[in-house]
Nanobody, 126 residues
Framework: QVQVTQSGGGLVQAGEALTLSCGISGRALSTLAVGWFRQLPGKEREFVAAITWSGLTTYYADSVKGRFIISRDNAKNTAYLQMNSLNTEDTALYFC???????????????????WGQGTQVTVSS
């Protein structure tokens, strides 16, 4: 049984940085692609970033491109989302997700992912 456990998040000021972690258990991370999504109350879950199984290819939403970095450490079974130059529009509940197979791209949908973390709140104050 695959479990996705998130850590990180919290309250930061605009312009600051924050790193989210996504730990995988029950399956080798190397067999999973990873994505990050975020969600505001009453809104749909929004794609943020994704990384392929090998880590060689990454995808980003236009809103975070150049500021966020997705990465993975297969040896530690952990993926990361480094968020730089945060602004108030980045405030959301962030979710880590993993998938076994299927295509990857810059506009991924939540339904494409098999496993989900519990979500972690990121709040950016002005």
């Amino acid at each position: 049984q695959v479990q996705v456990t998130q850590s990180g998040g919290g309250l930061v000021q605009a312009g600051e940085a924050l790193t989210l972690s996504c730990g995988i258990s029950g399956r080798a991370l190397s067999t999973l692609a990873v994505g990050w999504f975020r969600q505001l109350p009453g809104k749909e879950r929004e794609f943020v970033a994704a990384i392929t199984w090998s880590g060689l290819t990454t995808y980003y939403a236009d809103s975070v491109k150049g500021r966020f970095i997705i990465s993975r450490d297969n040896a530690k079974n952990t993926a990361y989302l480094q968020m730089n130059s945060l602004n108030t529009e980045d405030t959301a509940l962030y979710f880590c997700a993993a998938k076994i197979g299927g295509p990857m791209g810059p506009r991924m949908q939540p339904t494409e992912f098999d496993y989900w973390g519990q979500g972690t709140q990121v709040t950016v104050s002005s």
